[in-house]
């Protein structure tokens, strides 16, 4: 295992008990997310948001897939807690992706006025965005949230919960197995999602991609205890670059729409109107592609 991959994965063990190793997990991803909090304050550096709405939908993965033995009535709290962390990050998350990746890669391509207009608008946006991100990590909810949820992961207090037989045995056993029945239940479902898929169909293509995601995020997890995993994550990896590019294409068109608001400016509106068709385009390049990129990975499972 490489430092990249050592940073991003907790230390398992397949002996360990079950209990111990979502212990592991979440206390890897916790620390972390907040590792990234000084770097979320500013777009200086667009990885510190990018980062953290990153642990904070592993640490929710992570609650996901141990649910055999921790149940949902358990983990919901802190779901929540996680879910609206995330959701004070995805504004300026997409922000950043429309402004300094998308934006900065077309801004010589498009011959038309308005590409300073553009970005001038998506700026005045993202500082907001970063305003509600700031509000965030200063408020008292999200410090309770942290302390909190530290204490629940490092006492394990799920243990103590009003949990069945059938949960208090599962925290017991032995991780390999269970990760093992895990993984193929969750291999599964992605077949089946992506089995015949409409691809034109954006709520089908939607639900794949949050089946390949919860697939790789489970991999991820478990790959310490089974290092052929990472096979699974190579193949996963393409499918899942693509079907996120798709729906950043869905994002984008939303978001230069919102730009719009309130302007008459011929310039802006031919501008973002390329910018627009320019992203579709770009969509129908990618969903010809879809095919070959399902097929690899279905012939691997």
């Known amino acids: 295992m490489n430092a990249k991959q050592s940073k991003r994965q907790a230390i398992l063990d397949p002996e360990m008990e079950?209990?111990?190793?979502?212990?592991?997990?979440?206390?890897?991803?916790?620390?972390?997310?907040?590792?990234?909090?000084?770097k979320a304050r500013s777009w200086e550096n667009i990885e510190g948001v990018h980062q953290m709405r990153v642990h904070s939908r592993q640490l929710r993965a992570a609650l996901s897939a141990f649910r055999a033995a921790v149940p949902k009535s358990v983990s919901q709290p802190w779901r929540d807690e996680l879910g609206w962390v995330a959701s004070q990050l995805g504004a300026a998350r997409d922000l950043d992706v429309l402004i300094d990746e998308f934006l900065a890669s077309v801004c010589d391509k498009l011959?038309?006025?308005?590409?300073?207009?553009?970005?001038?608008?998506?700026?005045?946006?993202?500082?907001?965005?970063?305003?509600?991100v700031n509000t965030m990590l200063d408020s008292q909810r999200?410090?309770?949230?942290?302390?909190?949820?530290?204490?629940?992961?490092?006492?394990?207090?799920?243990?103590?919960?009003?949990?069945?037989?059938?949960?208090?045995?599962?925290?017991?056993?032995?991780?390999?197995?269970?990760?093992?029945?895990?993984i193929k239940r969750l291999k599964q479902r992605t077949i089946q999602a992506g089995t015949g898929v409409d691809t034109r169909d954006p709520e089908q293509m939607h639900w794949l991609r949050i089946q390949c995601k919860k697939l790789?995020?489970?991999?991820?997890?478990f790959t310490p205890v089974d290092p052929e995993l990472d096979e699974l994550i190579a193949y996963l990896k393409g499918l899942q670059?693509?079907?996120?590019?798709?729906?950043?294409?869905?994002?984008?068109?939303?978001?230069?729409?919102?730009?719009?608001?309130?302007?008459?400016?011929?310039?802006?509106?031919?501008?973002?109107?390329?910018l627009i068709g320019w992203r579709a385009y770009h969509g129908e390049a990618l969903l010809s592609d879809f095919g070959a990129y399902w097929r690899a990975f279905a012939a691997h499972i």
């Open 142 to 182: 999200y410090a309770e949230f942290k302390q909190g949820f530290r204490v629940w992961i490092d006492q394990r207090l799920w243990e103590e919960a009003a949990l069945d037989d059938k949960h208090r045995t599962t925290l017991k056993r032995a991780l390999a197995p269970y990760a093992r029945r895990l």
């Open 18 to 38: 079950v209990s111990q190793a979502l212990s592991a997990i979440l206390a890897h991803h916790l620390a972390l997310m907040i590792s990234w909090e000084d």
């Open 111 to 132: 011959p038309l006025n308005g590409a300073d207009t553009v970005r001038a608008r998506a700026e005045v946006k993202r500082a907001l965005a970063y305003e509600q």
């Open 241 to 274: 670059t693509l079907l996120g590019e798709l729906n950043d294409a869905v994002v984008m068109r939303g978001l230069l729409n919102g730009l719009l608001e309130g302007t008459s400016d011929p310039d802006l509106l031919r501008y973002t109107g390329a």
């Open 216 to 221: 790789r995020y489970a991999a991820e997890f």
